[in-house]
Protein backbone atom coordinates (compact mmCIF):
# COMPACT_ATOMS: atom_id res chain seq x y z
CA UNK A 1 0.00 0.00 0.00
CA UNK A 2 1.70 3.42 -0.83
CA UNK A 3 2.20 5.97 2.15
CA UNK A 4 4.88 9.31 2.44
CA UNK A 5 7.90 9.33 3.56
CA UNK A 6 10.79 12.05 3.45
CA UNK A 7 14.07 10.15 2.36
CA UNK A 8 16.55 8.77 2.25
CA UNK A 9 14.22 5.81 3.09
CA UNK A 10 14.62 2.08 2.08
CA UNK A 11 13.33 0.28 4.81
CA UNK A 12 12.56 -3.42 5.38
CA UNK A 13 8.85 -4.72 5.52
CA UNK A 14 9.53 -7.76 6.75
CA UNK A 15 11.65 -10.22 5.05
CA UNK A 16 10.15 -10.40 1.80
CA UNK A 17 9.28 -6.57 0.64
CA UNK A 18 11.15 -3.46 0.01
CA UNK A 19 9.87 -0.20 0.10
CA UNK A 20 10.71 2.28 -3.13
CA UNK A 21 10.43 5.93 -2.86
CA UNK A 22 9.91 8.89 -5.62
CA UNK A 23 10.74 12.43 -4.78
CA UNK A 24 10.95 13.41 -1.28
CA UNK A 25 7.95 13.27 0.77
CA UNK A 26 5.66 11.77 -1.72
CA UNK A 27 5.13 8.18 -2.20
CA UNK A 28 6.24 4.70 -1.19
CA UNK A 29 5.81 1.30 -3.07
CA UNK A 30 6.17 -1.51 -2.03
CA UNK A 31 8.72 -4.49 -4.26
CA UNK A 32 8.02 -7.73 -3.14
CA UNK A 33 10.67 -10.30 -4.54
CA UNK A 34 9.75 -12.90 -6.86
CA UNK A 35 9.44 -15.99 -5.55
CA UNK A 36 11.86 -18.95 -4.71
CA UNK A 37 14.45 -16.55 -4.42
CA UNK A 38 17.76 -17.57 -2.02
CA UNK A 39 17.84 -15.72 0.93
CA UNK A 40 21.46 -14.79 0.30
CA UNK A 41 20.41 -12.89 -3.05
CA UNK A 42 17.28 -11.40 -1.35
CA UNK A 43 20.01 -9.79 1.33
CA UNK A 44 22.24 -8.71 -1.34
CA UNK A 45 19.93 -7.37 -3.31
CA UNK A 46 18.13 -5.42 -0.23
CA UNK A 47 21.42 -3.82 -0.05
CA UNK A 48 21.82 -2.80 -3.67
CA UNK A 49 18.61 -1.17 -3.55
CA UNK A 50 19.37 0.03 0.07
CA UNK A 51 22.87 1.66 -1.60
CA UNK A 52 21.43 3.08 -4.71
CA UNK A 53 18.60 4.84 -3.01
CA UNK A 54 21.22 6.52 -0.20
CA UNK A 55 23.19 7.73 -2.76
CA UNK A 56 20.55 8.98 -4.85
CA UNK A 57 19.76 11.53 -2.00
CA UNK A 58 22.93 12.21 -0.71
CA UNK A 59 24.42 13.04 -3.80
CA UNK A 60 21.98 13.05 -6.58
CA UNK A 61 19.75 15.77 -6.46
CA UNK A 62 17.34 13.21 -8.03
CA UNK A 63 13.66 14.12 -8.41
CA UNK A 64 12.91 10.25 -8.98
CA UNK A 65 14.17 6.90 -8.56
CA UNK A 66 12.85 3.80 -10.47
CA UNK A 67 13.73 0.78 -8.51
CA UNK A 68 12.80 -2.77 -10.83
CA UNK A 69 13.28 -6.18 -9.58
CA UNK A 70 12.61 -8.81 -12.14
CA UNK A 71 13.58 -12.82 -12.08
CA UNK A 72 14.15 -15.24 -14.94
CA UNK A 73 15.39 -18.70 -14.80
CA UNK A 74 19.00 -17.92 -14.35
CA UNK A 75 19.25 -14.69 -12.56
CA UNK A 76 17.65 -12.03 -10.56
CA UNK A 77 17.81 -8.57 -12.26
CA UNK A 78 17.56 -5.59 -9.96
CA UNK A 79 18.21 -2.08 -11.13
CA UNK A 80 17.73 1.25 -9.87
CA UNK A 81 17.60 4.39 -11.84
CA UNK A 82 17.44 8.04 -11.09
CA UNK A 83 17.19 11.29 -12.43
CA UNK A 84 19.88 13.21 -10.67
CA UNK A 85 23.02 14.76 -11.76
CA UNK A 86 25.13 11.57 -12.29
CA UNK A 87 29.29 10.68 -12.50
CA UNK A 88 29.24 8.85 -9.74
CA UNK A 89 32.51 7.39 -9.57
CA UNK A 90 32.97 3.85 -7.82
CA UNK A 91 36.70 4.74 -7.31
CA UNK A 92 35.65 7.57 -4.99
CA UNK A 93 33.90 6.02 -2.33
CA UNK A 94 33.59 2.67 -0.35
CA UNK A 95 29.64 2.57 -0.90
CA UNK A 96 29.43 0.71 -4.49
CA UNK A 97 32.57 -1.31 -4.27
CA UNK A 98 31.28 -2.58 -0.92
CA UNK A 99 28.44 -3.64 -2.93
CA UNK A 100 30.45 -5.23 -6.09
CA UNK A 101 32.18 -7.28 -3.64
CA UNK A 102 29.20 -8.21 -2.43
CA UNK A 103 27.44 -9.18 -5.82
CA UNK A 104 30.52 -10.69 -6.90
CA UNK A 105 31.14 -13.06 -4.18
CA UNK A 106 27.71 -14.70 -5.14
CA UNK A 107 28.97 -14.92 -9.09
CA UNK A 108 27.36 -11.80 -9.70
CA UNK A 109 27.99 -8.44 -11.94
CA UNK A 110 27.45 -4.87 -10.68
CA UNK A 111 27.33 -2.52 -13.35
CA UNK A 112 26.86 1.31 -12.85
CA UNK A 113 26.41 3.66 -15.34
CA UNK A 114 26.38 7.48 -14.50
CA UNK A 115 27.13 10.15 -17.38
CA UNK A 116 27.45 13.29 -15.77
CA UNK A 117 24.01 15.48 -15.93
CA UNK A 118 21.89 12.36 -17.31
CA UNK A 119 21.36 10.45 -14.00
CA UNK A 120 22.63 7.08 -12.24
CA UNK A 121 21.45 3.42 -12.56
CA UNK A 122 22.75 0.93 -10.59
CA UNK A 123 22.32 -2.92 -12.21
CA UNK A 124 22.74 -6.11 -10.27
CA UNK A 125 22.46 -9.01 -11.66
CA UNK A 126 22.27 -11.90 -9.44
CA UNK A 127 22.65 -15.63 -10.45
CA UNK A 128 20.32 -17.62 -8.97
CA UNK A 129 21.35 -21.65 -9.75
CA UNK A 130 24.69 -20.86 -8.98
CA UNK A 131 23.77 -19.25 -5.29
CA UNK A 132 21.54 -22.09 -4.07
CA UNK A 133 24.70 -24.80 -5.20
CA UNK A 134 27.12 -22.37 -3.10
CA UNK A 135 27.55 -23.47 0.76
CA UNK A 136 25.02 -20.97 2.29
CA UNK A 137 27.28 -20.18 5.10
CA UNK A 138 30.27 -18.99 2.60
CA UNK A 139 27.81 -17.24 -0.12
CA UNK A 140 27.05 -14.95 3.54
CA UNK A 141 30.52 -14.23 4.29
CA UNK A 142 31.17 -13.19 0.81
CA UNK A 143 32.94 -15.77 -0.16
CA UNK A 144 32.64 -18.40 -2.80
CA UNK A 145 31.35 -22.46 -1.52
Known amino acids: MPGRV ?12 WT ?3 RPCTSVNTINPPPGVPSQVEAASYYVISEALTNA ?3 ADA ?3 RVSVRRNDAQLHVEVADDGRGGADRQLGSGLNGLADRVSALGGQLRVVSPAGRGTTVIADLPIAETLDADPPAAANGTRG
Open 63 to 65: QTV
Open 20 to 22: TVW
Open 57 to 59: AKY
Open 6 to 17: CWPTCLPLGRTA
